[in-house]
């Protein structure tokens, strides 16, 4: 069983249990899996211990798919680590009976031929298709991929009978089909076309979605072959044993031969062919290759490469050749460029760009930023294609993966120095390949803790701002304590370094690291990971010292958490702190009992302590006069908790309450000048105009009798403001007069001032 990774990535291959072989010399009796590049250079191999290995893919990320018959899926890396995870209960109780696996996916068949298909292998979420009954043997199937879909879900192509039936999550749609049974088939690689085998040895090409039939070729062998893959999009590639078939769109064909067993690799612009002792390249030549090396062509890039070769012997062809396609020119140093890059060998990529540099030199203005871009595109192909890394990627392979993915394979396969090399090259960020690096040589190395720190940060050293927080949880997660601590001191984000000491359990190192951050949330995130963990106690000792710990938890627990608070106060002994708590929580109270209680509770504390005498006093007056509000509502019948001293004596006074008013007065010892306003201002509220007088006559008013007029005039009581005019001061007399519209009385008064301005 072999499967081969697209864009020349890596091949892996187990033995196939339904078969008997002759075991090699130091070949291990127990089923392996071995991975290797198409050099032949083995990667990995894994010993096998689960149950029969029913398919072998790869992810679009080069991770080996491995899916057994009890419905399990292992995702290998390159270097042996696996995640798994199952397709559910039906996969596990029927079986698996075979599996097609694309790079975003997989659909598995069980033993009752229900189809379970999962499209996120980062996400695996295994769902049932459509139920599929059959009323004939199945023949063979095939998966349409997401991407290549209308509805945007992955299809099954079933063949049985001499028909087809399109599967989906919801229903199975018949095509009504006669040309089966189909005994292969295969989607290609843009997902437009499908190519059947059918019984009696015809090749047919048709669109997936039925409706168009591109070709059709006989074979004249009844027999299915081993393979049916596409090359690319252009041809069908068929392979019986020693026979390889090429077969056209158009019903042309060619066919190799070899005498080793081969497996081929379908790629989007070709498929690799893998014996025992090569990889080759199949594929239709690119047409700007064709322009120029086709025996007799004209075409203007051939004939540019060959006026090179007649100016480097000194021809004086080589300017009959310019002058001739002068007019195509540009158009045949572009087709030089774009050849080259098509080219694996070092030669013929040399010759195609001088060729290119050669036709440049007669064009004005030509934009050499495409022979550039080739130049390095074609020495970063050269590279990974070397037979110690080998990946034989091609030019439209390159410019499909991109850069950045390229750079990605390289780090899977710890090929580090290449990777950078290659982004410094393209001008890329190297940080990614650093931390990889940085990663597997924690993993990897027998050095000691600070040889390997110093090791590290000596790389990294040149890249500022590199986080090392994944570096870190690498150490950690190898057990390496001690150097992920190390590391993280290096690290530049606080936001990054916190919560990995965190999940590390260096708690202090991470309230640290938080407050020397200034960032306040990452203080709080520490805070509450402590209060969780500890007990209060040790929780309070942690962030004692710590003066920032403890301003954020006192402002989260006078918003959140009062009890905390108390308990932090208490143990920090801060007592008059814990007083004002309790003080706050007393008038918060609703049950005035329970408000009273806590007000003792606090003015007990206050009294302990002479610089508190203000504060205990307060609450003791305040104690005192929550009990008389208590009094006065239940003789009164009226709501009096919660109001002020004056509140208090206003309200007894609009009641009728004159002799508690001034019992309270008496007890609280407020000043006559603000109980005189007070009592006034009540008694004009409710029109208590007789005992309004009965006060001005008590006993010389503190505060003057000017504040009588005005309140009479705010409440339009002219009579009674008229009262108490004569006993305020005579310069202000005419004025207050003239407020109440009294003008005669105005103008004696200013006659009696001797007032002339008053008098005009």
Request: with cysteine; proline share 4%.
């Amino acid at each position: 069983m072999i499967s081969g990774a697209p864009y020349g990535g890596p091949i892996a291959m187990i033995r196939d249990d339904k078969k008997v072989l002759l075991l090699q010399k130091q070949q291990p009796i127990k089923p392996t899996i071995y991975m290797y590049t198409s050099a032949g250079k083995l990667i990995e191999q894994i010993q096998w211990d689960k149950g029969r290995i029913v398919a072998l893919g790869w992810t679009d990320q080069e991770q080996l798919v491995v899916v057994t018959d009890d419905g399990s899926v292992r995702l290998y890396t390159l270097h042996g680590h696996y995640t798994q995870f199952s397709l559910g209960k039906d996969a596990k109780n029927d079986g698996i009976i075979d599996c097609q696996i694309w790079g975003g996916g997989l659909v598995a068949m069980t033993g009752k031929y229900q189809l379970i298909s999962l499209t996120n292998f980062e996400e695996p979420q295994p769902k049932m298709m459509a139920e599929l009954k059959l009323d004939e043997p199945l023949h063979s199937w095939t998966v349409v991929p997401p991407q290549f879909t209308l509805s945007r879900h992955v299809e099954v192509l079933i063949a049985t009978g001499s028909t087809i039936l399109v599967v989906d999550s919801k229903e199975v749609t018949d095509q009504h089909l006669n040309q089966g049974p189909f005994t292969k088939m295969v989607v290609s690689p843009n997902g437009k076309f499908l190519a059947l085998f059918t019984s009696d040895g015809k090749l047919w090409v048709v669109s997936t979605d039925f409706q168009k039939n591109l070709s059709e070729y006989s074979t004249k062998s009844k027999i299915a072959p081993q393979q049916l893959v596409w090359c690319g999009t252009d041809s069908v590639v068929l392979y019986w044993d020693k026979i390889v078939l090429m077969v056209g769109p158009f019903g042309d064909w060619i066919k190799y031969t070899y005498e080793d067993p081969i497996y081929l690799a379908s790629e989007i612009d070709g498929v690799r062919i893998i014996s025992n002792d090569k990889c080759e390249l199949l594929q239709k030549v690119p047409a700007s290759t064709e322009k120029i090396f086709k025996i007799g062509s004209t075409d203007p890039p051939a004939m540019l490469f060959d006026a090179l070769d007649h100016y480097e012997r000194k021809s004086p062809k080589a300017d009959e050749n310019i002058r001739s396609i002068k007019a195509e020119l540009i158009d045949a140093v572009d087709s030089c460029i774009e050849a080259a890059g098509f080219e694996f060998s070092h030669y013929y990529q040399r010759a195609l760009l001088k060729a290119a540099s050669f036709g440049k030199c007669f064009l004005d203005n030509y934009n050499a930023n495409e022979f550039v871009d080739m130049s390095q595109t074609i020495r970063v192909l050269n590279a990974v294609r070397y037979y110690d890394i080998g990946i034989p990627l091609t030019y439209a392979q390159y410019k499909r993966l991109s850069p950045d993915v390229l750079i990605d394979r390289l780090i899977n396969r710890n090929n580090h120095l290449l990777a950078i090399r290659i982004a410094e090259y393209l001008k890329l960020r190297t940080d990614k390949i650093l931390i990889h690096w940085a990663c597997e040589k924690i993993k990897s190395s027998t050095e000691d803790e600070e040889a390997i720190c110093r090791t590290i940060v000596d790389k990294l050293a040149k890249k500022p701002g590199l986080s090392y927080a994944e570096i870190a949880k690498t150490a950690h997660d190898a057990g390496q304590t001690r150097l992920a601590t190390k590391l993280l001191d290096y690290e530049p984000r606080a936001a990054d370094q916190v919560p990995l000491l965190i999940s590390m359990q260096e708690d202090e190192t991470a309230l640290i690291k938080a407050i020397e951050s200034g960032d306040t949330d990452l203080v709080y995130l520490v805070i509450f990971h402590l209060k969780r963990k500890l007990p209060l106690g040790e929780f309070f000792r942690m962030i004692n010292n710590k003066p920032m710990a403890c301003n954020l938890l006192e402002v989260y627990c006078k918003e959140q958490d009062t009890e905390l608070l108390k308990d932090f106060y208490y143990q920090d002994d801060r007592r008059i702190d814990s007083a004002n708590v309790v003080l706050s929580e007393g008038f918060a109270e609703l049950d005035i009992a329970e408000r009273i209680k806590k007000l003792k509770i606090a003015g007990k504390i206050y009294s302990d302590h002479r610089e508190q005498a203000f504060e205990a006093k307060a609450v003791d007056e305040a104690v005192k006069l929550l009990q008389l509000q208590l009094t006065l509502e239940k003789d009164t019948q009226q709501s009096f908790t919660g109001l002020s001293t004056s509140e208090t004596i206003y309200k007894c006074t609009t009641l009728g309450q004159h002799n508690k008013a001034s019992k309270i007065k008496t007890d609280f010892k407020i000043p006559d000048k603000r109980f005189w306003w007070v009592k006034l201002r009540a008694l004009v509220e409710v029109r208590d105009w007789e005992n309004l007088e009965k006060l001005s006559k008590s006993k010389k008013s503190p505060i003057g009798y000017e504040p009588f007029v005005e309140e009479c005039i705010k409440a339009r009581q002219y009579q009674e403001a008229s009262k108490y005019i004569l006993k305020c001061d005579p310069p202000v007399r005419p004025m207050l007069f003239v407020k109440i519209g009294a003008f005669k009385e105005a103008g004696e008064q200013a006659y009696l001032n001797k007032d002339v301005e008053g008098l005009r």
